[in-house]
C-alpha cells in the first residue's frame, strides 16, 4: 500500500518560508497526483494545492495563490511544497496526500492515502 512521509514543518515568524517534503513509497508514484490539505485548531481539515501525476497542472485553494508553490520530483518519488510569505493564519498541521483518480480532485474523500502530518506554526 502506499506509504506518505511528510517532513519540513516547523515554527517561523510572519513573512517567512517553509518547504514541505513528502516521500511516497509502496507503489508507482507517477501513477498518483498528489495534494496537500492542512488542518488547523478547531477547524475541518481543507483542500491547500494539488498537482497532476505530470507535474503539468497545478491547483490552489484562493488564500495561498501567489504565496505557496506545490512541485514533484517523480524520479524522487517527492512532492513539494513552498511556503513564502508565511502568515499566522497559516499555521496548521499539513498533510501530504496521494490521489489515483483519472482527473484528479481537490476533495479530501478522493484521496485514499495520507501521511501522520507535520505541524506549521507561524508566529505573528
Known amino acids: 500500500q502506499v506509504q506518505l512521509v511528510e517532513s519540513g514543518g516547523g515554527l517561523v515568524q510572519a513573512g517567512g518560508s517553509l518547504r514541505l517534503s513528502c516521500v511516497f513509497s509502496?507503489?508507482?508514484?507517477?501513477?498518483?497526483?498528489m495534494g496537500w490539505f492542512r488542518q488547523a485548531p478547531g477547524k475541518e481539515r481543507e483542500f491547500v494545492a494539488r498537482?497532476?501525476?505530470?507535474?503539468?497542472?497545478?491547483y490552489y485553494t484562493d488564500s495561498v495563490k501567489g504565496r505557496f508553490t506545490i512541485s514533484r520530483d517523480n524520479a524522487k518519488n517527492t512532492v513539494y511544497l513552498q511556503m513564502n510569505s508565511l502568515k499566522p493564519e497559516d499555521t496548521a498541521v499539513y498533510y501530504c496526500a496521494a490521489d489515483s483518480t483519472l482527473y484528479g480532485s481537490s476533495r479530501s474523500a478522493d484521496f485514499a492515502s495520507w501521511g501522520q502530518g507535520t505541524q506549521v506554526t507561524v508566529s505573528s
Open positions: 498537482i497532476s501525476r505530470s507535474g503539468v497542472n497545478t
Open positions: 509502496g507503489r508507482t508514484f507517477s501513477r498518483y497526483n
